[in-house]
């Protein structure tokens, strides 16, 4: 399926960085790390994040997205017994990416693989999409698509978003195109259509930088089955605490989206985000 293309050559036209310096709703935001829990078992074994080779960019990059739990597993839309398969996420504190190697409005991966193709325009360039590489450049880009951090969680960008964009402002238009991919009730759903992507260039450690982590219940104990214990010691030795979602069997790892998210949204009103 045809994706986003590369730049082979030319000067990227970055509209939507004037566009993200146009508002701020907060100076940084927490990041999102979405894996399975077969992988999420070795990280938290290694005590790190671990940047590794991204076909997209030919360089080690660890990815995040800014707030929102956006994922598609693989064969995520497979039911599966397998527990491993299922999602593992980790809420990370901004200060552990203090410079990102760069930010961009969508998942890039799922761009250049034609997830988006439908909407895409095919005169846009991804590296034209790139936002500023900083947190603000982030939440300034949250500000002016979606005017609140509670709408960006949601994927709902504002009514008014083209009012006074000209139609030779073809990179914002590419991009809304894409993001309403994201919104409620949208006939090909896809939270990562406007999901802030975060990437940096290191390791990040688990100690001290996960703020959260959301795994399934029955992982750690289970009715009528001993505690996984091992884990648990593991999880409180790199000092993360944890909440749950209800995983069941013969189920796929793309339906507990919205649970996880509503997970996550309550620890973030907690902090006092909203």
Request: hydrophobic share 40%; proline share 6%.
């Amino acid at each position: 399926m045809p994706g986003v293309r590369r730049r082979s050559g030319g000067t990227p036209n970055r509209e939507l960085r004037q566009r993200s310096r146009s508002g701020k709703i907060a100076d940084k935001l927490p990041l999102i790390h979405v894996t399975a829990v077969g992988v999420a078992r070795e990280i938290v074994d290694s005590g790190k994040l671990e940047a590794r080779a991204c076909p997209v960019f030919n360089k080690s990059l660890l990815y995040f997205f800014a707030m929102r739990v956006a994922y598609r597993l693989r064969d995520g839309d497979a039911k599966s017994h397998q527990i491993n398969r299922f999602p593992f996420v980790f809420i990370v504190k901004p200060e552990a990416v203090p410079t990102p190697y760069h930010v961009y409005p969508f998942d890039t991966g799922g761009a250049v693989k034609g997830v988006f193709e439908a909407q895409s325009d095919p005169y846009v360039f991804l590296e034209d999409y790139e936002l500023a590489p900083t947190h603000d450049a982030a939440a300034g880009q949250i500000a002016w698509a979606f005017g609140a951090l509670e709408a960006y969680l949601d994927g709902n960008l504002r009514n008014d978003i083209l009012d006074g964009v000209p139609a030779h402002e073809t990179v914002t238009r590419g991009f809304v195109d894409i993001a309403l991919m994201a919104r409620s009730g949208s006939n090909q759903p896809d939270k990562r259509a406007s999901a802030i992507e975060v990437a940096c260039n290191h390791d990040v450690l688990l100690n001290g930088n996960v703020l959260l982590a959301i795994l399934p219940k029955q992982y750690l104990e289970e009715e009528g089955s001993n505690p996984n214990v091992d884990f648990i010691s593991r999880l409180k030795a790199a000092g993360i605490s944890w909440e749950v979602y209800d995983w069941q069997p013969n189920t796929t790892p793309d339906e507990f989206q919205k649970e996880i998210s509503g997970i996550a949204k309550r620890f973030f009103q907690g902090q006092g985000l909203f």
